[in-house]
């Protein structure tokens, strides 16, 4: 399983997306608030047919920018597609025959664009981005495994779930990564909590849902920009030596896969 490869820290690979607004009068930003407000308050009621509804399952990362290296230098792309493909599955197996599952290539920032392009050419209803968890540089500690060197931390784990109030479908990103928190809750699984944490620095996040674990994250390209209800669910931490083995093993990933598919379940039904 170890590759020789250098530490790449998973959260560095997310592209973030410049949070400024431009500069201008307080009449013309007052304006494009009330517009803001009446556009979202005239959007159509959010619908799902199972049959019908058009879910993008994405596989985070790319072979060529592949995201964080696990405690035993495994690339996350590896444990993304794993997931997804598995996540993909049991929604089919649930009655969302139009879910896909979307792998891009390429380097970092232009394969984001490609994946926003996909999803919104393809007119998806939902796009949900498959990732695994890794912790800033400089809380790396050092160990050997398999002849090498390697990063590893052990003080944080558990999964959390991110959406992005600058997505067209905010609520209903919300709603949809609480259904899905709730499921991952109740398979006994708990999120990871040290976002809240000034240890994160400018990875620090909003937490929305502290029963559950949902955070905003307006930075992350997929999220922001895809006219689909979006969620990103980081999977657990493969950087954690214990749970990185358990987020190898097929009954941790069929847990997952279910819970998702439970939420996704629950959040149509009520649609």
Not at 42 to 59: A, G, L, M
Not at 123 to 142: G, N, W, Y
Request: net charge positive.
């Amino acid at each position: 399983m170890s590759h020789a490869r250098s530490i790449v820290a998973g959260l560095v690979a997310f592209i973030l997306l410049s949070s400024l607004a431009p500069v201008g009068s307080g009449q013309a930003a007052a304006t494009r608030k009330t517009t803001k407000l009446k556009s979202q308050s005239t959007q159509p009621p959010f619908k799902c047919e199972k049959p019908k509804f058009r879910i993008v399952v994405d596989v985070g990362h790319t072979p060529d920018a592949y995201g964080a290296l696990s405690a035993r230098n495994d690339p996350e792309f590896g444990f993304n597609f794993v997931l997804a493909k598995l996540i993909t599955a049991k929604l089919k197996s649930e009655g969302f025959a139009a879910t896909r599952l979307l792998v891009t290539d390429g380097k970092a920032r232009p394969s984001l664009f490609k994946r926003v392009s996909a999803a919104n050419d393809g007119r998806a209803d939902l796009f949900l981005s498959i990732h695994h968890d890794s912790v800033p540089d400089k809380l790396l500690e050092t160990w050997e495994f398999d002849g090498a060197k390697s990063y590893f931390s052990d003080r944080f784990s558990g999964h959390s779930l991110f959406v992005s109030q600058q997505n067209p479908h905010f609520a209903t990103s919300l709603l949809l990564a609480r259904m899905i928190g709730r499921q991952l809750k109740q398979q006994g699984l708990h999120y990871a909590s040290q976002y809240t944490l000034p240890v994160m620095g400018r990875y620090r996040r909003q937490l929305l849902d502290k029963d559950v674990g949902v955070y905003r994250y307006d930075g992350l390209i997929v999220l922001s920009r895809t006219r689909s209800a979006a969620v990103l669910l980081e999977a657990g931490s493969i950087i954690n030596r214990d749970e990185e083995m358990e987020l190898n093993s097929s009954e941790r990933q069929e847990m997952i896969a279910e819970a998702v598919a439970a939420g996704v379940g629950e959040f149509c039904d009520r649609r």
